[in-house]
Every structure is written in structure tokens, then in C-alpha cells.
């Protein structure tokens, strides 16, 4: 089963041990965002926010390619 951006999110911030409260502070958004964002509306994430998320607060990168 394929997941969705949300639930690529929530795993990676688990990983990171990380609690939404914590991710939340570290990329300025309040923790209900998240919530939202890990939930079914993680698809309609804005790339900008998707990068911000992962590079700030999961320490990661993202690389898009065509």
C-alpha cells in the first residue's frame, strides 16, 4: 500500500523521536498544523512547507527531480 505524504511525515518525526510539539516548534507552526498535516490532509501540503518541515525540523533533505 502506497502512503501518503502525511504518513512519510509522521514516520520520519517518530524516527527522529520527536513529538509533534517538538517538530512543531522547531519549524514555527503550531502542533494541530502538523496534526493536519499528518492526517489525510498531508496531501495537500504546499512544497515549500514539505521542505521546511523536513530540512528544519527532521533534519533531512529534499531532492525532486524530473
Given amino acids: 500500500m502506497?502512503?501518503?505524504?502525511?504518513?512519510?511525515?509522521?514516520?520520519?518525526?517518530?524516527?527522529k523521536n520527536l513529538t509533534q510539539e517538538e517538530l512543531a516548534l522547531k519549524?514555527?507552526?503550531?502542533?494541530?498544523?502538523?496534526s493536519r498535516i499528518e492526517s489525510k490532509e498531508g496531501d495537500?501540503?504546499?512544497?515549500?512547507?514539505?521542505?521546511?518541515?523536513v530540512e528544519k525540523g527532521l533534519e533531512g533533505r529534499v531532492k525532486i527531480e524530473f
Fill in 27 to 34: 519549524v514555527g507552526k503550531k502542533r494541530s498544523y502538523i
Fill in 44 to 53: 495537500n501540503i504546499k512544497i515549500h512547507t514539505l521542505i521546511e518541515i
Fill in 2 to 15: 502506497k502512503k501518503n505524504i502525511g504518513e512519510i511525515l509522521k514516520s520520519a518525526r517518530k524516527q
